[in-house]
Each structure stands twice: as C-alpha cells, then as structure tokens.
C-alpha cells in the first residue's frame, strides 16, 4: 500500500521560515502530481501548491511569492518564507499515484504536520 509520511512541521514565529517534505512509499508506477493542501482549525481543506511529473507547478494566491513547491521523484518539499499567523494549520501531502501499468491512479494522502506561526 502506498503510504505518504509528512515532517518538518513545528512553531516559528511571523517572518519565519519552515520546509515541510513528504516521502511516498510503497508500490509506486508513476506519480502523475504532488500537491500540499492546509486546514486551519474550523476551517476547509484548501489546496496550497501542485506540482506535476513535468515539474510544471501552481501555488493558491495566498502563498504565491512565498512558498516553493519541488520535487524529486517521490518526494516533495514545500519552503514556506515570509510566515504569518494565518499559515497556521495542518499541512497535508497528496499524490495522485499510479501504483501498476494495469491500474487507474488514485490519490493518496498523509496524515499531516502541523505548522503553528506565532505573532
């Protein structure tokens, strides 16, 4: 079974910075995206930033200009600069994963690290 496995999560303070990387494991074809998603207590999941297999990448507009999304095969990292207190949440890892030539791909998601800014 594939298994995504986030860390690099903790406190900092506002105008900080923090990296989160995710290592997918397990039977692995190919990885179609990579992306990051946050939820903020009592809020929605959002999506943060993707990056393809062709390394082609997107950011939502509130953390473009201060996050990098790359990637390395199965792992991807997020460099978070510039934090505010509004970055606080749980940051997830997903992939869309194609784990045999014979099967359709399907997303696969960690359970999440949690990043706390402070002012």
């Known amino acids: 079974q594939v298994q995504l496995m986030e860390s690099g999560g903790g406190s900092v303070q506002s105008g900080g910075s923090l990296t989160l990387s995710c290592l997918a494991s397990g039977p692995i074809f190919t990885i179609t995206a990579m992306n990051w998603y946050r939820q903020a207590p009592e809020k929605q999941r959002e999506l943060v930033a993707t990056?393809?297999?062709?390394?082609d990448t997107n950011y939502a507009e509130f953390v473009k200009g201060r996050f990098t999304i790359s990637r390395d095969y199965a792992k991807v990292s997020l460099q978070m600069n510039s934090l505010t207190p509004e970055d606080t949440a749980r940051y997830y890892c997903s992939a869309n994963i194609k784990t045999y030539a014979w099967v359709r791909a399907e997303d696969f998601w960690g359970y999440g690290t949690l990043v706390t800014v402070s002012s």
């Open positions: 990056i393809t297999k062709n390394g």
